[in-house]
């Protein structure tokens, strides 16, 4: 028998499940019967049948008149009535014991109860050996310790183990399970050692104890075989019923009578999940559970326990080797995350996260991030995230690139500055996904001029201006302190800086024309009949305001020299502003015509008329080709306003350029 259950596996297979429902059995057997006060079996009956004229509850029919186990049944009497519920109660807890794996337990429950024939008809399916027997025409291999027998010490025979006419055992077995006149819980408990599976159905009334009854006879018929095929030669065995040997099926034979039971609840049991999954993994077909999977966690009515459960099992077919379909794995475990994501369970979506392949870890955790608005909040799903060995640097870029490329709130009113929005506030903020690691300097870089670009592109001048103010004022000073600067990085510098001088030229600009428009005002003239107090007054507020206009032209000056240098830094810019950016054309054809209109406005406010007329030359200058960023439009408007200075230059008795004309 050892060597069946070593080379089939089957049938090894098939008595691990046995085990495995017995063992599942006994855990949720907690019944305790009581039977009998004494080990005299059928007390009642027997003293009725001693005291008949004493006995206090007499039966309701009249009784068998001896006790031997047969009595019942050759005498077609009954047992007395309070044996006869015993009876019932105690063959009910011998299959019990049985269905549990703990059959010694159903054999002392039997003795301790005066039915010790009980216990020896349970003890008829055992295999016969005789360890007193060396068998002298066995070719045994010399260098097996155990040659088919077991050595002994002088005159000290051994034990018999078993039965020997187990052959007669079991053919009267399945005899006495067709009976008529008995139980069907007494018939359950011999049908499970002798495989007859007709007898143990009607009292299994579930899935698992259905698919006990046939592992049971599967195996014993596999056992039965064995024994006959290669035991003939040494002892003829009474044959069998073809009935019995009727019951062979195939595992998938086997599952689909539990599918198709007669037995309303088996066959609805069969349909639940968990007996779905444990019929697949006892066919061994993860494939198609795996598919199985796959359907069922497309219902968004699933409990998180059950998704759970389907995570974990997943995970260990494919840790074992067999999830042979990594899409569906996937699938499952996403599913799974996204409903711990739904309950805040930041810690448990870094683990389960981390079980993804590694683009589905960037991209999952990372849209789980994007909800995550606190900054302790986000320092902590960091901490998660590396202790479960996820990529943090490519997860944080991608929480900045999701949010970034959130569409834009379309303003409907014609604001000249259009208002800064809830998205546009979630776009800055997301910056600090990028500034938490020193080695993400880089990357924080790129990720502000894309965020400053689509800004900018949109006219929102505030925007851009936070998310600037958003980068440490030392990033481009630890960068180029770097031993090995690439050349993207070096760009990115460049627009880095471009975008700096276009903001600092714009705040120059709202400097100074908030400054012009501020100008002193006069005081009132005072009336012809002015007393003398009022003219000193009078005289005190215009000292004043000579002098606040004084300090106001001065200031003057200063922003207007302030706003031009600034705004010729974006013009002159090396190389040429924003020049080398992705889609440069379109940002240099909106920003720069508003850069010289800005400077126009500067120059021709503070009577610069012959510097305005000279923006012409740097226009048409090849060194910068600015003109190449206008369109015929935008060109047209600024040569108008050329056209107004030169104008201008010539009121003042000079030529257009704002050269001295001889009168």
């Known amino acids: 028998m050892q060597n069946l259950f070593k080379r089939d596996n089957l049938v090894r297979e098939a008595q691990m499940v046995i085990d495995w429902l017995e063992s599942n059995a006994a855990d949720r057997d907690d019944e305790a019967l009581h039977f009998s006060d004494s080990t005299v079996g059928w007390e009642n009956t027997l003293h009725q049948l001693q005291s008949a004229d004493t006995i206090a509850f007499e039966s309701s029919r009249e009784i068998v008149r001896h006790l031997d186990p047969d009595a019942p049944h050759y005498e077609k009497k009954p047992l007395h009535d309070l044996d006869m519920e015993d009876e019932r109660r105690l063959e009910r807890k011998i299959f019990t014991e049985i269905r549990c794996g703990k059959l010694e337990d159903a054999q002392q429950l039997c003795r301790q109860s005066g039915h010790s024939w009980r216990a020896a008809m349970l003890e008829g399916w055992r295999l016969f050996h005789d360890p007193n027997m060396k068998e002298t025409n066995v070719d045994a291999d010399p260098n097996d310790e155990d040659a088919g027998f077991e050595d002994m010490e002088q005159d000290k025979p051994k034990d018999i183990e078993g039965n020997c006419n187990r052959d007669v055992w079991k053919n009267i077995a399945i005899k006495y399970c067709k009976q008529d006149d008995l139980t069907s819980y007494d018939k359950a408990a011999i049908a499970s050692f002798c495989g007859y599976i007709e007898a143990m159905l009607p009292v299994c009334h579930t899935w698992e104890d259905n698919l006990w009854a046939y592992m049971k006879a599967m195996v014993d018929i596999k056992v039965e075989s064995e024994i006959r095929d290669c035991v003939t030669r040494y002892k003829v065995y009474s044959p069998l019923p073809d009935e019995y040997w009727a019951q062979r099926m195939s595992l998938n034979e086997l599952f689909s009578s539990l599918e198709s039971s007669r037995n309303r609840t088996v066959a609805e049991e069969a349909k639940k999940y968990e007996y779905v999954i444990q019929k697949h993994i006892i066919l061994d077909d993860i494939p198609n559970l795996l598919l199985k999977f796959e359907e069922w966690v497309e219902d968004d009515e699933q409990t998180s326990h059950f998704l759970r459960f389907l995570a974990h099992l997943v995970l260990f077919f494919d840790q074992i080797g067999h999830g042979h379909n990594r899409e569906i794995v996937e699938k499952v475990l996403e599913i799974y995350i996204k409903r711990l994501m739904d309950m805040n369970e930041t810690q448990l979506v870094a683990f389960y996260v981390s079980k993804l392949n590694v683009r589905n870890q960037v991209l999952l955790y990372a849209k789980y991030l994007e909800a995550v608005h606190d900054t302790e909040d986000r320092k902590v799903s960091l901490e998660y995230a590396e202790n479960s060995g996820l990529n943090i640097f490519a997860i944080t870029k991608q929480v900045v690139e999701n949010i970034r490329n959130i569409p834009h709130d379309v303003e409907e009113s014609g604001n000249l500055q259009p208002k800064l929005t809830p998205v546009d506030k979630l776009k800055i903020s997301a910056l600090d996904w990028v500034l938490f690691y020193e080695e993400q300097r880089g990357e924080a870089l790129?990720?502000?001029?894309?965020?400053?670009?689509?800004?900018?592109?949109?006219?929102?001048?505030?925007?851009?201006?936070?998310?600037?103010?958003?980068?440490?004022?030392?990033?481009?000073?630890?960068?180029?302190?770097?031993?090995?600067?690439?050349?993207?990085?070096?760009?990115?510098?460049?627009?880095?800086?471009?975008?700096?001088?276009?903001?600092?030229?714009?705040?120059?600009?709202?400097?100074?024309?908030?400054?012009?428009?501020?100008?002193?005002?006069?005081?009132?003239?005072?009336?012809?009949?002015?007393?003398?107090?009022?003219?000193?007054?009078?005289?005190?507020?215009?000292?004043?305001?000579?002098?606040?206009?004084?300090?106001?032209?001065?200031?003057?000056?200063?922003?207007?020299?302030?706003?031009?240098?600034?705004?010729?830094?974006?013009?002159?810019f090396p190389q040429g502003w924003l020049v080398g950016a992705q889609d440069d054309e379109y940002i240099r054809s909106t920003c720069i015509p508003k850069i010289v209109l800005l400077l126009y406005t500067v120059l021709s406010e503070t009577n610069q008329h012959e510097e305005c007329v000279q923006l012409a030359d740097i226009l048409a200058a090849e060194k910068y080709s600015l003109y190449k960023v206008y369109s015929r439009h935008k060109l047209a408007e600024v040569l108008t306003k050329l056209a107004e200075s030169s104008v201008a230059l010539l009121n003042e008795r000079k030529d257009p350029w704002g050269n001295e004309t001889s009168a």
């Open 446 to 572: 790129f990720q502000a001029n894309s965020l400053m670009f689509a800004f900018l592109t949109l006219g929102k001048l505030d925007a851009a201006q936070l998310t600037f103010n958003k980068l440490p004022t030392d990033i481009i000073e630890k960068i180029n302190a770097e031993d090995k600067v690439g050349d993207d990085l070096n760009q990115a510098v460049k627009e880095y800086l471009s975008y700096k001088a276009y903001l600092d030229a714009h705040e120059a600009f709202n400097e100074w024309f908030k400054h012009s428009k501020s100008k002193p005002m006069p005081p009132e003239g005072l009336p012809e009949n002015a007393q003398f107090p009022e003219k000193v007054a009078h005289q005190h507020r215009e000292s004043q305001y000579r002098a606040e206009l004084e300090r106001w032209k001065l200031a003057h000056s200063h922003l207007a020299k302030t706003a031009k240098t600034m705004l010729y830094n974006v013009l002159l």
